[in-house]
């Protein structure tokens, strides 16, 4: 480590040998295997080495960044010249510039440590393959499964390094453990598909092998049963853990990006910091220290320890938007107290079980896929084409619609959105059950 | 012309070859595979400029094949001793034992190069491109400021990207190319007299040397236009009612990402390989209504998808995958062809050298019709005329697709109207082109595209004429 350390430092210190009056360097390293197993036989290991060194260099407030992707001194020289050289060409940005020295403060290697991110099991190729095919196995023994895309097993170790001579000096390493499955399954009329997978920091603290098999072949086939949208019109929905991360989560936490305020692409003004606007039961809480979390970090950004919890809304108002050290400048919003992403976002689980909530619609649907790419930041309107099971009298049925349309409004769904007790820590952000009404479906 | 990759590596070809073999000893098939990638970018908003940005990524990878099994061992930075590095990882891999197969080849091996071997940066420092850049970034946000008085920001970004590729084929066959793209990429945001703001962008990415873009004032005032318009419609769209009862008219160009989702995917060959797609098992039955020739054509000159030879050295060539409706063709990569027994189309395609090449598309289209536009509107009664789309998606699986439609017009009567907001377009595969009533003749390749698969991201074009699909054929998800 104390190798790529010294390559940082001396690309800093070659850069403000040349004129830069600040210079900063990050080295990115990452090894990483899988394997994925088709109908018994492997479909090949994959082995990758990844590196990269990337060198941003000031001039005041001009700034150039340049990166390679191998560490010989030729390259470094070039990163440094290059980054130097965009520097002098390009026009002072009153944003720029380092955190001020006395500002920085780097996380102490016990700080990274106490994550513990970092397993240093290494799968040999045949404990990949196994592992692969224990989950392909459980996925055939399911009725109507035909084939899969490859059951795949994978691990990978990344490493950062960083120095800059405003004194930003970290590394740290952390890994992942992986294991996916992409299922099809079909009868004499339809062919469906679905996927499951699992990602930990530890090996041993993997989903089932088999689970993982099983639960993406249960998904799969219970798609088979499809029926035509029985109704339309304003109805509510309630979308599965996923879907709720993926339409209400990721979607907010898109639009309270400081950039995508900044550039006025987002519904979310400044001013709108303090203001109510969403439902008194929304609460976004990111967690930057969740020990063996997916997103965590030992600091919310370069030479910021930052605070460990950070809550996005509460009680349904605004408090923070996302942002790095720039884009806190020029929002004139505290480079300190920022993050420039959420690292464990997770909304707070209401009261009800799954089962009361859904118990409340009477017709309506369980989403459980969404597609499409349509959401407008400006507005908030989104238009999805989503699949999911009929909902009657209280009870999610058998009935599976494949092709359904929802619109709505992201303000409006935030306004009239319940959320279950079930919230589960599985994926970098989190989302438990949700009831949203008042969206329309077709 | 000397070789940029060899000389990095210090190697002869010969050499090269030698140590692929080694590395291959225990395969059928496979390459060593290296490029170098070289980008500069630079962007605008708010009226200032964002840190100028430069990179070289620069490595290779070795893959060995055996029938169904390919194992890979790829590397960050291009040296002779992380390739040898990379052979002895391989050796130590045990193998499956292969059976040799013959490939058959679609396209010539020696044809015409599409890229001349110029590099568009004359050196990596450029500094001289990065000014100009600067100053046309400048000129392009106080143009669109001062072209319409409802803009409150320009977003604009010019991104230059010089690759280097080379690979040495197990079976002995060399092949060294070069792909030069420009892109730039223009966002207005139009804020209305009610205080709404809606954003609309236009963007170009070809194959070129970068000085004509820079110097080409037309081009990118006619990218302005198109986004401050683009704004402009969606600013006075109205919301619709969502179903199945309208006509749609899917326009020329861009329109063509309909195609490319609702049937470029789904003949994809490794999909057919595993028994997964939804055309599964139809060469040579109707997949589409009489009249509808789909083609996937790596070879047009001057367009984004084209280039000489795909990720595995093979040659790109003309595939006709729809001919009159029936299908005829799918597009492979080696693995997809040796296993169906089909040729090598050309279309083995990988993202970086760290990625595996999959079977992938490059300028998809369909050929034009002899209507006009005017001839399939006035025809309609109750319909949607969509120009622009947002991103789609596709589940290959059972054919259901869906878009998001960016710019999208009503038909009603024979006449176009109001703009449409937030409406998409959704269908399955299988059946929205059996239901193609009528194409005009006015036949586009779209400037710009990128297809996701599988986390990779390749330059593609899309292109078709205007295309009028019968009521039923999709269905339109409205907001009212």
Known sequence: ?442 | MSSIILNKLGVSQADLNTLTQKGLADGVAGEFYFAQSTVLSVSISQGIIAQPYGAVSAGGALRRINNATADFVAFDGLNLANAENAVNRMTKVPAVQGKPVQLKLVGDENHASFYTQQAVLGSLTNTGFLTEAVELLKEIDSYGRSYDKRVINVGASLTVQDKHMLVQRFDGRFVEDTRPVVQLLVQVYLKGDDGTVEAGSESIGVPMVVTHTLKDTAAWHALVHSAVEQASNNLTAVEIKGGNDYEIVVGGGWGGVVLHEAYGHALEADFHRKGIAVFQDMLGQRVASKGVNIYDDGTVQDARGSYNFDDEGNPTGKNLLVEDGILVGLMTDEMSAAALNMKATGNGRRQTYSDVPMPRMTNTYMAPGKASLDDLISGVKKGLYVTQFGGGQVDITSGKFEFNATQARIIENGRLGAFVKGASLAGMGKKAYMHVKGVSDNFELSKIGNCGKDGQSVPVTVGQADTLFEAGAMSVGGTA
């Open chain 1, 1 to 442: 480590m104390k190798k790529y350390h010294d390559i940082c430092q001396k690309a800093v210190q070659q850069a403000l040998k040349l004129g830069a009056t600040d210079a900063q360097c990050n080295i990115n390293l990452s090894s990483d295997k899988s394997l994925s197993v088709y109908k018994g036989e492997s479909e090949g290991l994959e082995q990758r080495n990844e590196l990269g060194a990337t060198v941003t260099c000031y001039i005041g407030q001009k700034v150039g960044t340049f990166s390679v992707s191998d560490l010989s001194e030729a390259s470094v020289d070039m990163a440094v010249n290059s980054a130097l050289a965009f520097a002098q060409i390009s026009p002072e940005n009153p944003y720029e510039g380092l955190l001020d020295k006395n500002e920085v403060q780097n996380p102490t290697t016990a700080d990274v440590q106490a994550l513990d991110l970092l397993d240093n099991t290494n799968m040999t190729p045949d404990e990949l393959y196994q592992g692969a095919l224990a989950v392909e196995q459980a996925v055939y023994s399911h009725n109507g499964i035909i084939s899969t895309r490859g059951c795949g097993l994978s691990q990978s170790r990344s490493t950062s390094i960083g120095y800059a001579s405003n004194g930003v000096s970290y590394q740290d390493t952390a890994s992942v453990f992986s294991a996916s499955v992409e299922a099809i399954a079909a009868d004499s009329k339809n062919k469906v598909t679905d996927y499951y997978h699992d990602s930990k920091r530890h090996l041993s603290d993997l989903e089932d092998l088999a689970d993982i098999g099983h639960q993406a072949a249960l998904k799969t086939v219970a798609k088979l049963n499809i029926v035509k949208m029985p109704f339309s019109g304003k109805l509510p929905v309630v979308l599965s853990p996923e879907i709720a991360g993926s339409l209400l989560l990721s979607k907010l936490a898109g639009c309270i990006s400081g950039d995508a305020v900044f550039n006025q692409g987002s519904f979310v003004k400044k001013e709108s910091l303090g203001q109510k606007l969403f439902g008194d039961n929304i609460q976004l809480v990111d967690n930057r220290t969740m020990v063996r979390g997916l997103g965590s970090s030992a600091m919310s950004g370069s030479g910021i320890i930052g605070p460990e919890q950070v809550a996005f809304v509460e009680d349904g108002v605004l408090q923070n938007l996302t942002y790095n050290v720039v884009t806190g400048r020029k929002l004139g919003l505290c480079p300190k107290h920022g993050r420039p992403k959420m690292y464990n976002a997770h909304f707070k689980p209401g009261k009800q079980t799954v089962v009361d909530l859904v118990s409340n619609v009477q017709k309506g649907l369980y989403v459980t896929d969404v597609m499409g790419h349509g959401f407008k930041p400006s507005r908030g309107d989104m238009s999805f084409t989503i699949g999911g099971y009929v909902i009657e009298n209280g009870i999610i049925t058998d009935d599976y619609v494949l092709e359904a349309t929802l619109s709505g409004n992201l303000i409006e769904m935030l306004n009239n959105t319940t959320f279950a007790q079930d919230l589960k820590f599985k994926y970098g952000s989190n989302s438990p059950t949700a009831l949203v009404e008042g969206v329309s479906i077709s």
